[in-house]
């Protein structure tokens, strides 16, 4: 069961640059990250994944189904849909999860989505739907 709730309220363009940063600290702590995206998200996200930084990536791949893994020990795989091809503790939501799929993260991490109403009314949906839940989801604001 999920036992933390984050919403990141960030301007749309720093979408990417906030799954990345999330997904090399995942790496470099040997955890197990799920990057939910849209599909026509996938292929921008794999690249800058690859390119974010000059000195190094983040080794990842994407996956759709549950047992289509290249790499067996792949520990960041980016998604379009609701399977947990790894055995991750963290979902990022880019793209929303149904809830009962996210719940069986340890940690969730989703985006408020300021794209169009209709997507802002469904991040608060998730918002309110968490709530109540009693996870208590925490707002994190940046620039």
Do not use: N
């Not at 739907?129 to 009693?134: A, Q």
């Amino acid at each position: 069961m999920t036992a933390r709730v984050t919403f990141y309220d960030i301007p749309h363009e720093r979408r990417f640059a906030l799954a990345a940063k999330l997904a090399a600290s995942a790496w470099e702590k040997k955890k197990h990250l799920i990057l939910r995206c849209h599909p026509d998200e996938a292929a921008a996200l794999d690249q800058h994944l690859w390119t974010f930084r000059e000195e190094s990536f983040v080794p990842h791949e994407i996956c759709d189904d549950a047992t289509g893994l290249l790499d067996p020990e792949a520990r960041v795989v980016i998604t379009t849909r609701d399977v947990r091809p790894i055995p991750a503790e963290v979902l990022f939501q880019l793209a929303p999860a149904e809830i009962e799929f996210a719940r069986a993260f340890d940690s969730v991490i989703d985006i408020v989505d300021h794209t169009d109403p209709e997507r802002l009314l469904r991040s608060r949906e998730r918002f309110k739907t968490w709530s109540d839940l009693d996870l208590r989801p925490e707002v994190k604001k940046t620039v």
